[in-house]
Structures are given as structure tokens and as C-alpha cells.
């Protein structure tokens, strides 16, 4: 019986080639792209899922007002909230992470030659960022890696670049950066190599000898993560951090004000391009499968019709083309 069938529709592949080609194709094509489009968007659904605290860990969005207009919004602030954030009980823990300029980095290989590379992915933090955020070290202790001015914390990927496989912790790297100036770093830890699935694309994180106040209110730099306190209202927070960033002297000489939000790392949030994905990914199986029924509805109707012509000129049931041969093949499959 499934050997009839298969013979069955074999047939009609091949009577009706053209036909089969385009309406297969066409569904085909299309549940294949919506499949892509729901792997991608699958994959942003679980972005940073390995951080153990990731119920507790929040962002700092902010939104700049001058003169009542919105300038900006995003995950970029002033470096001075994070001072602000360590005045506040409710937070237990804070780094902020800001994009260094490409540069020069130097230190010395296995067998005492230089080994240099042109780096772009240096980002500094501060001393609770590993503290807050899990990335395992592979050499090195969490708690102290980043505790000291001028450290430097690797990947493992880049330890191999310059040191090889042997353990760095205790060596000196030197970054140069392009208008001259040069920095020595103490290797303090090697983390794991990143997960695909991950905002964070630091090669090298460092952290920097005090900074100046001066610099806190320039531009808004850089993203901040906060580790907060079981049963915290984050709303209540982000008023209070709002209240006191807009107090700041610097801000008020160039009429800025300041609106803060604190987004939870366990809410997905897409962005427009992604919603806009769903939507197309939804139309392209729509499409699909209302092209198929029209495709195979357009195929019954032809064949109703040519045996209605067949009929009317007196034809028998016996006399109807495919009836006989159908027939037989049912028989055979016996």
C-alpha cells in the first residue's frame, strides 16, 4: 500500500515537473527562512544567560534633556554616576565599562623576544567587575584580579597571542596608545574565552589609576552594571540616581538634565530591527503556505475540469485517463 503511494506520487512529480518544481520550491524556500529568521532571534533571546546573578544585575540607561528636547538615549552615561551609585545601600556592587582607543600592546613572549599587536578590543573597568559579572578565570582570583591600578585581565585567546600556554599572571604588558603615550599593566588574571551569545567583546580589561573628577561630567562614555540587593525596587533607585545626577554643578552650567533608568539583564529587550524580523518571518509562512493551497487547489480544479470535458464528450468511468492505470498500481501494491 505505501509502495502505491509513493509510485502514485512519483508520477505525478514527474507528469506535472514544472509545477512540482515551483510550488515545492517556493514552500520550501519559505519555511527555511522563517526558520533562519527564529534561529537569529532565538539567539538574542538568550544573550548573557550565563551570569549566576542575572536576576540581580541592572543596567544604567540614561536619556538627555537639553532645554526640554531629548538629545539621546541609550546604555552610555557619565562616568560620574558610578561615584553616585557607591553612596546608595541598595548596591551591593558596580564596574563601569568603557571602550579604550585601539592601541600598541607589547610583552615579552616565552623565549624573552617582544611580541606586539594592534589591539581593539581594551576595555577599562572597575575592581567589582568580575565580582558582579561571571566570567571564569582561568588563572587568577576574581576577587583581587582587578583590584589594583594599572591591572590587566586577558582572555585566553589573547593570553596565547602574546605568552603562549604558560600561566602570565605576575608579567608586564605595555600599552601604547596612538598619540604616544605609554602605560605598564600587571598581568592579574586570564578569563575564559567569551561565549558567542554576549554583549561583552573585551579582549583586555584594565583598570586605571584614580581619575580625574574634572573628567566624570564630560561626555557620557561609558556603561555601567550594578549588582542590587534582594527585594530592591529599581524604579525607587533610578529616582534617586536621577535626583542626584541633575544636582551635579556641571551639568546645570550647560542646562543638561539628566533621566535614568535601570534595565534588568533578565528582560529581553529587541530592537526594532529584530521585531521587524518576526513580522517578515511570519508573512514569509503565511505567503508560503497560502501560495501551496492556491498552487494545489489550481491543480484539482484543472483536473475536475478535464474530466467534466471528458464526461459531457460521453466518457465511461473506465474511459477517464489515470482511472485504469491508478487502478492497476493499487492492485500491484498487493
Known sequence: MLQHYFKLAGRVLIKNK?????????????????????????????????????????????????????????????????????????????????YQVGSQITANDESGSKTSFFENKIFAVDSGFLKILTFPLRHGYKESALSKPNSIVLTSSASRRYFGDRNPVGEVVTIRVPWGQETEYEVTGVAEDLPGRSQFEFDFLITRSTPDPDEFWIVPDCSIFLLLKDQTNSNELAGKLTTGVNQEPRLKEVSRKVRISLDSMSTVTLSDTEYLLIALGIFIIIISWVNYINQVIAQSYWRMKEIGILRVMGATHSNLPGINADRRDYLSAY
Open 18 to 98: 514544472y509545477y512540482s518544481f515551483i510550488n515545492m520550491f517556493g514552500l520550501v524556500f519559505g519555511m527555511v527562512s522563517a526558520l533562519m529568521i527564529a534561529k537569529y532571534i532565538g539567539g538574542s533571546l538568550v544573550y548573557d544567560n550565563f551570569h549566576s546573578n542575572k536576576e540581580s544585575i541592572y543596567s544604567v540607561t540614561q536619556e538627555e534633556v537639553v532645554n526640554g528636547e531629548s538629545q539621546r538615549k541609550g546604555n552610555s552615561t557619565y562616568s560620574g554616576v558610578g561615584e553616585l551609585l557607591s553612596q546608595f545601600p541598595e548596591v551591593i556592587n558596580y564596574s563601569r565599562y568603557a
